[in-house]
């Protein structure tokens, strides 16, 4: 079974400096997509990031960047230059590629931006 | 419409009664989902529709739970005689295809959260 991990519960970063988040999964597979979503208070996830695991090259998506590490099993995003309307929870999540319709999602981490 | 749409946006009920969610797609959309978010916790999908047929059921806990779609549009979560460990957040998401890939994203609704008395 496919598993998700988040480890930090929580995390801070002053407004305009550079925050990671981690995330860590565990599959048998070797073609699969990994996403980051946001959750602000309004409860609506937000797609954030997202990466194929056969692509090599590190998604970017403006101030956000993931470090995917395949063969470790990780795959964390980096926010940089953080506003105070990035504070939200944060959700990794993994889908295989074949017929996989649902995601497995981590447990979160909630971020919070200091002004 | 604009967006996924869920209601009632909260909802509190008694132990032992019967609810219903619902969820309206984005218009176009074949498949949808059901995700539930307890307390703290990340989403655990329940149920996928393709269309009018639900592939796969594998992460409805329990008989007390049920969904249908028809139409190939509007979706209702049902669950009976409710229990307080159902009280989260279900929230729906809708997409162009089956897979949730790089061309079809999922889009989610702002949930509606269940709390059991």
Redesign the interface.
Same mark, same amino acid.
């Given at each position: 079974a496919q598993t998700?991990t /988040?480890s930090q519960p929580e995390m801070s970063v002053q407004e305009a400096e550079t925050v990671t988040l981690s995330c860590t999964y565990d599959t048998s597979e070797s073609d699969y997509?990994l996403f980051w979503y946001k959750q602000p208070p309004?409860? /609506?996830?937000?797609?954030v990031i997202?990466q194929?695991a056969y692509k090599q090259q590190n998604a970017t998506e403006n101030r956000f960047s993931v470090n995917f590490q395949k063969a470790a099993k990780s795959f964390s995003l980096k926010i940089s230059d953080s506003q105070l309307g990035d504070a939200a929870m944060y959700?990794c999540?993994y889908?295989p590629?074949n017929?996989?319709?649902?995601?497995?999602?981590?447990?979160?981490t909630r971020l919070m931006v200091k002004p | 419409g604009a967006g996924v749409s869920q209601s009632p946006s909260n909802k509190v009920t008694e132990k032992g009664k019967d609810v219903e969610l619902r969820c309206d797609p984005i218009s176009g959309h074949t498949a949808l989902y059901w995700y539930r978010q307890s307390l703290g916790q990340g989403l655990e999908f329940l149920i996928y529709f393709q269309g009018n047929s639900a592939p796969d059921k594998s992460g409805l806990p329990s008989d007390r739970f049920s969904a249908e779609r028809t139409g190939g549009s509007v979706s209702t979560l049902t669950i009976q005689r409710t229990q307080q460990e159902d009280s989260a957040v279900y929230l729906c998401a809708s997409s162009l295809v089956g897979t949730a890939g790089y061309n079809s994203p999922l889009h989610f609704g702002n949930g509606t959260r269940l709390t059991v008395t």
């Open positions: 998700v /988040q997509y309004s409860r /609506q996830m937000i797609l997202r194929e959700f999540a889908r590629n017929a996989g319709n649902m995601l497995t999602f981590g447990g979160g | -």
